[in-house]
């Protein structure tokens, strides 16, 4: 996989497997693309976690491809470390080498799929979206958030983390948002966190306190309920000086079984501070971090997520994109076209048509196919094939509802949906596209032997 006689590697340092090589690095100093061009993955067996994971941001930084999505393996000396070890891709003996070598492999098959040239951004985010995007692409598995006690957040995403330096578990959110946003991943909800509305931490500390002095000096008290003379009171007003037991103070009966002379319906507070009495304390959180006090209803509830990619996102990471302000993809045939989705896209919103439609009495959705016939598209160039492909869509779409879809899966073919659709209604529009494709094609196209044919069907048979 690589050029071994490119570069002559020191042997302490290389070990070559089944046609993999790993170079093993032991601090940061060795992290260059001198060292990383030559080898095709990664074993960490520094003397500590800190500087492995010191290794482990050098890596990601690089600034190819080929290099941040390097795969990274511990020597097994680390591997007790749960969040190191969650991180990278597995663990590599230098003496066991198989099953690296057998992942390795497939991480670079997946990485040979992802299109990076072209891949830009004008949005600040942009960037990492592309590169978790990839990352997440190239491992086949979602990202999962790990649990980091030592992290703002709580929770630290791997890969993405390694970016950023202060307060970097929150701009890694930031990131994973847009994408969800831009409909390149599907999540799966992990936990809940309550945030310092000021400075977005998740170390808070979670206090009862005094209602008018907002002390947290308060005593709680059980209340007193003496069942013969039906007197209320704080338990300490039933103890004596010096007593046993407790005394009504208002009969001066003693209270002997709880349930049959007396009960405990409730408690109040006393604060030490001011002396105010309550009964039901204020709850607050005072964050570790800056030393905001709110109360905990003012707290910013965020939810963590697993992200994994949708077709969108898939088909981003391998057809290339360019990143706008707006994050959007790099324009497929009548993606500007409200409606029209690329194919993998259209055929995720198939099967949840059919989810949907399944569940209802009278199912009404209907799947198209349009279907160009002798078209000789070797000899139109690729950017008059896209163009052709945008004018079908157009034409199609605009014979549909808004709710209604439509894809091209190349210049010859192409899918449409139609959510809500009587039989009669349904019919017309195949007899008009029928009719205005053929008339579109012979006119613009002339070209001899072309026919387009419309197949219309129920989406639930």
């Not at 439509?406 to 529009?429: C, P, W």
């Amino acid at each position: 996989m690589v050029n071994l006689a490119a570069k002559a590697l020191s042997l302490d340092r290389t070990y070559h497997y089944d046609g993999i090589t790993f170079g093993v690095i032991r601090n940061k100093r060795q992290v260059h693309p001198a060292f990383l061009e030559n080898i095709d993955a990664v074993i960490l067996q520094s003397e500590s976690v800190q500087e492995a994971n010191e290794i482990l941001r050098e890596v990601r930084h690089m600034p190819k491809a080929e290099d941040y999505l390097k795969p990274i393996f511990l020597h097994p000396h680390l591997a007790k470390d749960k969040l190191l070890s969650a991180e990278i891709d597995g663990v590599a003996d230098p003496n066991q080498l198989q099953e690296a070598a057998e992942k390795s492999k497939a991480i670079y098959t997946q990485i040979g799929k992802v299109k990076v040239d072209g891949n830009k951004s004008q949005h600040p985010d942009g960037d990492m979206l592309l590169k978790a995007s990839q990352f997440i692409f190239s491992r086949k598995k979602p990202l999962t958030p790990l649990r980091d006690r030592n992290a703002k957040l709580h929770y630290r995403f791997p890969f993405l983390t390694s970016f950023f330096e202060e307060n970097g578990e929150q701009k890694a959110l930031n990131v994973l948002r847009l994408g969800e946003k831009q409909g390149w991943f599907n999540t799966k909800m992990i936990d809940k966190l309550h945030l310092c509305p000021t400075c977005e931490s998740a170390h808070s500390n979670l206090r009862a306190t005094c209602t008018k002095c907002r002390s947290v000096n308060i005593q709680e008290e059980d209340l007193v309920h003496h069942f013969p003379c039906a007197h209320i009171a704080p338990i300490s007003d039933f103890e004596k000086e010096g007593g046993h037991g407790l005394h009504c103070p208002k009969c001066d009966k003693a209270l002997r079984h709880i349930g049959n002379d007396y009960d405990k319906p409730s408690a109040i507070y006393n604060c030490n501070d001011c002396h105010h009495t309550f009964q039901q304390p204020e709850y607050r959180s005072l964050c570790i971090d800056c030393g905001e006090d709110v109360p905990i209803e003012k707290m910013e509830e965020t939810s963590i997520y697993s992200y994994e990619l949708t077709a969108k996102g898939h088909s981003a990471i391998q057809n290339g994109t360019q990143v706008n302000g707006n994050l959007s993809v790099q324009k497929q045939p009548g993606l500007d076209e409200p409606g029209v989705f690329e194919f993998d896209v259209f055929k995720l919103l198939v099967r949840k048509e059919v989810a949907k439609q399944r569940t209802s009495a009278q199912p009404k959705a209907m799947v198209g196919q349009v279907k160009i016939d002798g078209l000789p598209l070797q000899n139109y160039s690729e950017d008059m094939q896209t163009r052709l492909s945008e004018e079908v869509c157009s034409i199609i779409k605009s014979y549909l509802k808004p709710a209604d879809a439509v894809s091209s899966n190349g210049a010859r073919t192409y899918y449409f949906m139609l959510s809500d659709a009587e039989k009669n209604s349904a019919l017309q529009i195949k007899d008009v596209l029928t009719f205005n494709l053929n008339k579109l094609i012979s006119s613009n196209l002339r070209t001899k032997g072309t026919n387009v044919q419309v197949e219309l069907e129920p989406l639930i048979k």
